[in-house]
């Protein structure tokens, strides 16, 4: 993957890929499936180019076509490409930096592209942070994960999850969760690692306060 050290080195033009609860984070992986021919067109033009495309979500406003954009989404670089035999691009984006979405800009391509400013996030470019999670914060996280968990019927690899970096296993989570558009955004937003990491503990404890809530009106 090439190296992105300054924000200076990153796409101000970006096109833009809308995908309501699909969430990218910097250094995480994104496997995605494109079949929408004006995707299909993006992918090919991107790959033409610095392989660099934006990830983010809609909010309300707009109509179906072009819905209104969330002020911040993540880069991402196209780390793997591969096609189907029915068109079908499988490719994977591994996240480089967050933007704050800039003007629309109008030029005649089937996908929408935005200019995108990098400053407010230019950390992501730095080396990771390790999160300032004490050990009973961590207890209660590990607790508060065990029970989403098993609510919903899940599983992780708990082997991988006890001795993976503490930033690798909050951004996978985040990710990966089944957590609602709004909540992945707060993920997205929140400004430093350790902030994503309160952000993900108070998520998973609200879930466990909202079944307290349900086994007692069931009573």
């Keep these: 993957m090439a190296a992105y050290r300054r924000i200076a080195d990153l796409p101000q033009m970006l096109p833009v890929f809308p995908l309501d609860g699909a969430l990218l984070l910097p250094g995480g992986d994104l496997p995605l499936q494109i079949f929408e021919p004006r995707y299909l067109n993006m992918i090919d033009d991107v790959l033409a180019g610095d392989r660099v495309l934006g990830m983010i979500q809609t909010r309300a406003g707009g109509d179906r076509e072009r819905p209104r954009l969330t002020a911040v989404g993540c880069a991402g670089r196209i780390t793997s490409y591969a096609e189907t035999s029915d068109g079908r691009y499988l490719i994977t984006l591994t996240g480089v930096?967050?933007?704050?979405?800039?003007?629309e800009l109008a030029f005649n391509t089937p996908y929408r592209q935005i200019r995108a400013r990098y400053d407010r996030f230019e950390a992501d470019l730095a080396e990771g942070e390790t999160p300032l999670a004490p050990q009973a914060a961590r207890k209660r996280?590990?607790?508060?994960?065990?029970?989403?968990?098993?609510?919903?019927?899940?599983?992780?690899?708990?082997?991988?999850?006890?001795?993976?970096?503490?930033?690798?296993?909050?951004?996978?989570?985040?990710?990966?969760?089944?957590?609602?558009?709004?909540?992945?955004?707060?993920?997205?937003?929140?400004?430093?690692?350790?902030g994503?990491?309160?952000?993900?503990?108070?998520?998973l404890e609200?879930?466990?306060?909202?079944?307290d809530d349900e086994g007692r009106a069931l009573q």
Excluded at 162 to 173: D, G, K, R
Excluded at 206 to 211: F, K, L, T
């Design 97 to 103: 930096c967050r933007f704050d979405a800039g003007e």
């Design 206 to 211: 609200i879930d466990g306060e909202d079944a």
């Design 141 to 194: 996280f590990a607790q508060a994960l065990k029970r989403y968990l098993n609510r919903r019927e899940l599983d992780i690899d708990w082997e991988t999850a006890h001795t993976a970096p503490l930033e690798a296993l909050v951004n996978s989570l985040s990710m990966g969760l089944p957590f609602e558009p709004a909540e992945k955004q707060a993920l997205l937003e929140a400004p430093t690692l350790t």
């Design 196 to 203: 994503r990491f309160e952000t993900l503990a108070t998520l």
